[in-house]
């Protein structure tokens, strides 16, 4: 017999069960090739963010007057101290893109804790009470959702005023919706269940039922959609540093990278590419992963 | 020479823990005008020998037989445009599940008359002619009106009904039924079942009806075929199967019949159908089988046509056989 | 139907509402009044100041106001533009041929493309080329389409210089607009050469726009047809005997069509926002641009007045949307 280190057979058999569940997860997540790889590339990027001083060769904001839009070190021209060639303003391209990663991921992880914390309490009000405060909060959800969400966004940060946080702000608002419904449905197809009436039989309160009992449900369509959130949030965040509304200069954001850039297109090819490859990368591998997060979530796409 | 002359069919599916074998080596004849029935649980790869036959099955089927002549005709590596010439027209087939096998965005009309255009040189106003006198047959009331409804407006045993209407457009020569009535109500049943036996009397068409129920087998069948994980295990007209079956498996769920039990407890076989990773080496039946022994564990014995064709070592009811008992002793000597 | 389409307009009619008090409560949201941030930097005279409040009716209180700019929206009198000095309205009217133009061909170009494309992969589901709609769906999908377009104008007008890089068509040609739309003026003016120019000018703009709702489109009719293609009444068509162009095309394809009409018409929003970049990068005179510019402006009744507008728009097609998932989907028009 294995020594257990926890003494309560529940607590043993719940760990089991949640173990068997994680393994369940990753058999069906790692069956997707995609997926595996877009983690991977996730997981690079993390690293890549977390380090970044120690691994850029330069630092992002420092001009090199004397090498001002070098090509990258393969071209004519190139500098081996440039690898992927330098801005109009002499700054290199790699050590930017290195620390333009921290923005990217910090903008998605912002963007979905917000419309998520905000979404999953007003879905679970909404789901739970049902009435009027349901109506309400629905309807402006509605509202919400009729404007285009970059439109939206870009109107916002007008009137907040450009800048990283505000377009944060402005595009968790907007993405709060999604979360909204996704809580509420599952809430509400989950509050006639035969455990949640005993629950309810039990006397449990309703912030613990909420908590307790049906958030735990709803948990996988939400994963689901944070995924993409956050892939999109990372898009838009990045359109809107591209409008000039976003990140300011000087800061690598990649999105406001693009739009230094812009004027040297027909110039300078490397100074716009090599941004946006960084945008496709990051946002390809977070939806390969959301792909094979949702396969291996969705019960109905599971095979018995 | 039968209709149908099936021999030695086997299907198997390419599928991620291997190679799936739901047919293995089934023969199976069908006389002009005879109701044949195949009896087994579910996983006895019932269904998917009619679907083989009828060129249903996914791609990632693999179908191999050596014959599999249609009156007349060897349906194996007939094109596919020619194949497509029988099957509905003089081939046809009815499934379970009646409300979800009508397409949901078609009227019932168009789809019994797609059948009659497929299949026949018919101009407009004849298909509808014969579409209205369709559905009459098969006992819908109001048919003309009745053409135009979409198949969400109609219950599951109009839907089934119209299903056979279907079916039966171009008057086939066999009509394969997979499990016809079981997925409506009980009162339903019978009157789907008693349409079907007077359709095949009428018209001198062959039914082949699958069924994993042998109430059902009783009241249609003249013929029975009982297949189990994939094999057939035995053959018989319906009559001697009742009386004498000889294989166990085929005693078995004769003894799971609710009419048939004697004891309190309705019989049931212990045990399920081996599916792709726990079939037993020897005989299929073997784990289950109270009268297996240790050459069971080596394989089973075609036996002939007078022990109903039993895929079995230890036939029961043989000639001079007195019953089960004496297979017991041995089943007690094998295992100790 | 009647049903169906009346509980449409029911929420309908209290969402626009609700727009229209969201688009007009951002002006009034911002620090300062309208005025001070019209005027932006000058200066001005309190007296001269307190004037133009009143004639611009700012001094009234804010429901008067409201009610009064949405009695204004319901006959069509939607401001007039700080910078312009225009009635919005007609600039927008003069603007939006220009986005729907190229709009239409963008959503046309995801539809013939994608809708095949998908069927096709779903059909031959796991091999190379479901392979290749699969992965290209997914790099669409994830697209910045403000970098798609640049890195466009890079190959189309830098390197191969096929492709002009801004406007809709080039300065040599000029005539008055009929419709509106390019493509069909260049062709009415019988100019020569002008309708060639139109669509070399559109091209890139509309490859760009219909990027994402072409991996959209092409992703959703291959799940829609994976789905539709395991049903029964898809192996009851193939047990009629009938071809496989038939079964796919007709049986399976009308049935996966219901969902994808929902999904074309929510990219409605995707091409409003994909416009505002596209536009943007292709100095394609149109709404988008108009909304960016706008904003770079401040130029707040246009702002306001553009996001009711679009939004409008957009719930309209919408509706329309609706109607049509109603109409090809017998569970709905035969209740």
């Known amino acids: 017999m294995v020594q257990a280190t926890d003494s309560t057979p529940a607590a043993k058999a719940a760990a089991s069960v949640r173990r068997r569940m994680l393994g369940e997860f990753w058999f069906y997540f790692s069956e997707n090739r995609g997926a595996v790889i ?229 110039r300078a090819w490397w100074v716009v590419t090599f941004p946006g490859l960084a945008i496709l990368i990051t946002v390809l591998a977070i939806n390969l992963m959301g792909d094979g997060l949702r396969d291996a979530l969705d019960p109905k796409l599971k095979r018995s | 020479m039968p209709l149908l002359d099936i021999e030695n069919l086997t299907v198997e599916f390419q599928t991620a823990g291997g190679v799936f074998r739901a047919v293995d080596g089934v023969s199976l004849y069908c006389e002009k005008g005879e109701i044949l029935s195949i009896v087994g649980e579910s996983g006895s790869g019932k269904s998917v020998a009619m679907l083989a036959l009828m060129g249903l099955l996914p791609w990632t089927a693999m179908v191999t037989a050596d014959r599999m002549i249609f009156d007349g005709r060897e349906l194996l590596g007939m094109s596919p445009e020619k194949k497509r010439k029988i099957v509905g027209r003089e081939m046809a087939m009815i499934f379970q599940e009646p409300m979800s096998s009508l397409n949901p965005c078609f009227t019932v009309g168009f789809q019994i008359k797609e059948m009659l255009r497929q299949h026949t040189d018919m101009n407009r106003a004849q298909r509808q002619e014969r579409a209205i006198e369709l559905l009459a047959s098969v006992g819908i009331p109001a048919p003309k009106e009745r053409l135009s409804v979409f198949p969400h407006q109609l219950s599951g045993g109009m839907s089934q009904r119209v299903m056979i209407a279907m079916a039966t457009a171009c008057q086939p020569k066999l009509l394969i039924a997979d499990e016809p009535s079981t997925a409506l109500d009980v009162t339903i049943q019978a009157q789907i079942l008693d349409l079907l036996r007077s359709f095949a009397h009428e018209h001198g068409m062959a039914l082949i009806l699958i069924t994993h129920d042998m109430g059902v087998v009783a009241e249609m069948a003249e013929r029975v075929q009982v297949q189990y994980a994939g094999q057939k295990v035995e053959e018989q007209n319906v009559v001697d199967l009742f009386t004498h079956p000889h294989h166990p498996y085929t005693a078995a769920l004769l003894s799971a019949l609710p009419e048939r039990a004697n004891a309190r407890r309705l019989p049931s076989i212990p045990g399920v159908v081996p599916g792709q990773y726990d079939r037993p080496p020897g005989c299929l039946f073997e784990p289950r089988c109270s009268f297996a022994t240790e050459i069971c564990r080596q394989g089973a014995k075609r036996q002939g046509s007078g022990l109903g064709h039993a895929l079995c070592n230890h036939p029961l009811n043989g000639p001079g056989d007195d019953a089960g008992e004496q297979k017991q002793r041995n089943k007690a000597g094998a295992t100790s | 139907m009647l049903k169906f389409l009346l509980s449409r307009l029911a929420v309908l009619i209290p969402t626009f509402l609700g727009v229209s008090i969201i688009a007009f409560s951002f002006i009034r949201l911002l620090p300062g009044d309208p005025v001070m941030l019209m005027s932006g930097e000058r200066v001005m005279a309190p007296e001269r100041h307190a004037e133009i ?67 096709l992969a779903a059909v031959k589901r796991g091999s190379f080329f479901d392979q290749t709609v699969t992965g290209a769906a997914l790099v669409g999908y994830s697209m910045p389409i403000f970098w798609w377009g640049l890195l466009l104008i890079i190959v189309f007008s830098g390197v191969l210089q096929w492709t002009p890089v801004s406007g809709r068509i080039s300065l040599l040609y000029f005539f008055k607009p009929v419709t509106g739309f390019m493509l069909i003026d260049s062709l009415l003016s019988g100019q020569k050469g002008a309708f060639a120019s139109a669509v070399n000018h559109l091209i890139l703009p509309a490859i760009v726009l219909a990027t994402i709702p072409l991996a959209v489109i092409a992703r959703q009719t291959r799940s829609a047809m994976l789905e539709v293609l395991g049903e029964d009444y898809v192996r009851t068509a193939r047990a009629k005997g009938l071809s496989p162009l038939r079964v796919v095309g007709l049986h399976a394809l009308r049935n996966a069509l219901i969902p994808v009409i929902t999904t074309v018409g929510l990219q409605v929003g995707v091409l409003m926002a994909g416009a505002i970049l596209t536009e943007t990068i292709f100095s394609w005179p149109g709404i988008g641009k108009w909304m960016v510019d706008s904003v770079s402006r401040r130029d707040y009744p246009v702002i306001q007045s553009g996001l009711l507008i679009i939004a409008g728009i957009i719930m309209m097609v919408n509706l329309i949307v609706d109607v049509l998932y109603g109409l090809v989907n017998p569970r709905i028009s035969h209740d």
């Open chain 3, 53 to 119: 409040m009143h004639e611009l009716g700012y001094d009234r209180p804010l429901p008067v106001q409201y009610l009064d700019y949405l009695g204004g929206v319901l006959t069509g009198d939607f401001g007039k533009s700080v910078v312009t000095k225009r009635p919005v309205v007609d600039d927008f009217f003069k603007l939006f041929p220009a986005t729907l133009e190229l709009s239409l061909c963008a959503i046309i170009i995801a539809v013939v493309l994608g809708i095949p494309a998908g069927v």
């Open chain 1, 38 to 266: 877009g983690l991977w590339v996730f997981v690079a990027l993390v690293v890549i963010a977390i380090f970044a001083p120690l691994i850029a060769p330069h630092s992002p904001i420092h001009q090199y007057r004397d090498a001002l839009l070098v090509p990258p070190v393969w071209q004519e021209g190139g500098r081996w101290e440039f690898l992927l060639g330098t801005d109009p303003v002499g700054r290199d391209v790699l050590s930017r893109l290195i620390y333009g990663s921290r923005f990217s991921l910090f903008i998605g992880i912002v963007v979905v804790t917000v419309a998520l914390t905000f979404g999953i309490v007003l879905g679970l009000i909404a789901g739970y009470f049902r009435g009027g405060i349901d109506i309400a909060i629905m309807r402006v959800m509605d509202i919400i959702l009729a404007f285009p969400s970059l439109l939206l966004a870009l109107v916002l940060v007008a009137i907040l005023g450009p800048g990283l946080m505000n377009a944060m702000i402005a595009i968790a608002l907007v993405y709060q919706p999604h979360f909204v419904r996704l809580t509420r449905a599952s809430v509400m197809s989950e509050m006639n269940r035969d455990y949640v009436v005993s629950a309810k039989v039990a006397g449990a309160k309703p912030f613990y039922l909420m908590t307790r009992t049906l958030l735990p449900n709803c948990v996988a369509p939400l994963i689901v959609q944070a995924t993409l959130s956050f892939s999109n949030a990372i898009l838009d965040a990045a359109a809107l540093g591209f409008l000039g509304l976003g990140a300011q200069p000087p800061t690598p954001e990649w999105g406001t990278m693009l739009a230094e850039a812009r004027e040297f297109i027909l």
